[in-house]
T-cell receptor, first 113, second 116 residues
């Protein structure tokens, strides 16, 4: 079945540091890939997405590229801010699963001033 | 657009009572809504898929008689936790699909349930 694996957290960075959160997936065919962000006590917000190989999703300085050859969708940001502190979830929606999402474990990011 | 609300945002109840959580799509019609459960510091676990006008589809291991789902209209789905026990304490999150944006779910802010 479909699965998503994220790098283990928590991740702690200083403000303006470079961020990478690794995400790899297992799925048949060509899934759609997503990054969601969850701020404390809140639901999930879609951060970015990519629907086909080599697509790059981007939003609020975050980027992720759909790499079919490595089955990866790593999240990056060049300069993090304190306000980026949150939990980040990688997810996929498989071709055969309709719109059902499979989530990774989540990665807690803390950015210190 | 594509705002999903949940009510209540938090609830505390006694063991043995039932609790109803509402999920509403405020500015779009949602034929499909999803209900998730999230334990502290863990990922979201899909509980069930709610389709307007039909019975919900439950994931393996989720008791349908305990977690009653009703999707009576295109903008409202409800989750009722029946005879709640402390182990049902969790963060419950719903999401909805906007028909014109197939394959993208819009999430509600979640409901924190604490069963004493």
């Amino acid at each position: 079945g479909d699965s998503v694996t994220q790098m283990e957290g928590p991740v702690t960075l200083s403000e303006e540091a470079f961020l990478t959160i690794n995400c790899t997936y297992t799925a048949t065919g060509y899934p759609s890939l997503f990054w969601y962000v969850q701020y404390p006590g809140e639901g999930l917000q879609l951060l970015l997405k990519a629907t086909k190989a080599d697509d790059k999703g981007s939003n609020k300085g975050f980027e992720a590229t759909y790499r079919k050859e490595t089955t990866s969708f790593h999240l990056e940001k060049g300069s993090v801010q304190v306000s980026d502190s949150a939990v980040y979830f990688c997810a996929l929606s498989g071709q055969t699963s309709g719109s059902r999402l499979t989530f990774g474990e989540g990665t807690q990011l803390t950015v210190n001033p | 657009g594509a705002v999903v609300s949940q009510h209540p945002s938090w609830v505390i109840c006694k063991s043995g009572t039932s609790v109803k959580i509402e999920c509403r799509s405020l500015d779009f019609q949602a034929t499909t809504m999803f209900w998730y459960r999230q334990f502290p510091k863990q990922s979201l676990m899909l509980m069930a898929t709610s389709n307007e006008g039909s019975k919900a589809t439950y994931e393996q291991g989720v008791e349908k008689d305990k977690f009653l789902i009703n999707h009576a209209s295109l903008t409202l789905s409800t989750l009722t936790v029946t005879s709640a026990h402390p182990e049902d304490s969790s963060f419950y999150i719903c999401s909805a699909i906007r028909d014109s944006s197939y394959n993208e779910q819009f999430f509600g802010p979640g409901t924190r349930l604490t069963v004493l």
